[in-house]
């Protein structure tokens, strides 16, 4: 793989942009090694107790979550991504600019584009006091489809996940559910959830029953139910069974 640093350009810093936003680092995929890519990448080689220099060589390229590692055997279809774009919504947090800025989600969250959560060092940037940090992160906001560059650069670890853990031969559908499911709630979530026990199980008809069950948030410390977690979760359930 091609060596890249700061000033690089083309498809190979495309390419390792979409893996630090696989990683969670708040980077705008569009082929240029920009300053905001040359931290996220020495912040990325400090984790990976690399030499810390922003240059993407050999051992960068070779680091866990890289591009070692094998494709999914199944990907999120059509009505899947038309049902996460639909629900997580496409929300712009300063309507007064051209691009799409961050916007803070019902469990105060900040996010960008299609439910992309933004992260700093590894954490979710949360509350209202943080706006200021989390439009610095995205200066400028960003475009339609640097928005769907980020969903695809979020649904890649997810279809791995969901392929890791099914023990059996499903539909489309159904796996395209499954994502929207994890995509929201969580790959461990999804893990250690009766949606997946019934579905390796292959009691479809349980398995959709059980996308209800997970239609509560956090808010101020507490779990309620929400309104819309609970359309979509109805919405999940109708496309398994599809």
């Not at 026990?197 to 059980?210: E, V």
Request: with cysteine.
């Amino acid at each position: 793989m091609q060596t890249i640093k700061l000033g690089s350009t083309g498809s190979a810093v495309y390419k390792w942009q979409t893996i630090l936003a696989r990683l969670g680092e708040p980077v705008i995929i569009d082929g240029e090694f920009g300053p905001q890519t040359d931290k996220a990448t020495k912040r990325m080689q400090t984790h990976h107790n690399l030499v810390a220099d922003g240059v993407v060589g050999p051992l960068t390229w070779a680091a866990p979550a890289g591009d070692g590692r094998p494709a999914p055997r199944m990907r999120i279809n059509g009505a899947g991504i038309d049902l996460i774009q639909r629900w997580e919504g496409i929300e712009d947090g300063d309507p007064s600019t051209v691009n799409l800025d961050p916007y803070i989600d019902p469990v105060g969250i900040w996010t960008i584009g299609w439910g992309h959560a933004i992260r700093v060092n590894g954490r979710f940037l949360r509350g209202h006091a943080n706006r200021d940090k989390a439009r610095a992160l995205y200066p400028g906001g960003i475009n339609m489809e640097q928005a769907r560059q980020l969903l695809d650069a979020d649904l890649d670890p997810v279809e791995r996940e969901v392929s890791d853990f099914l023990e059996t031969t499903v539909t489309s559908n159904q796996f395209s559910a499954l994502c929207s499911f994890a995509f929201n709630v969580g790959t461990t979530a999804l893990a250690r959830s009766s949606v997946l026990r019934h579905t390796n199980a292959g009691d479809w008809s349980k398995a959709a029953a059980s996308f209800g069950m997970w239609n509560k948030g956090t808010i101020d410390g507490k779990k309620v139910v929400l309104r819309g977690l609970t359309r979509r979760r109805e919405a999940e359930s109708k496309l398994y069974l599809a």
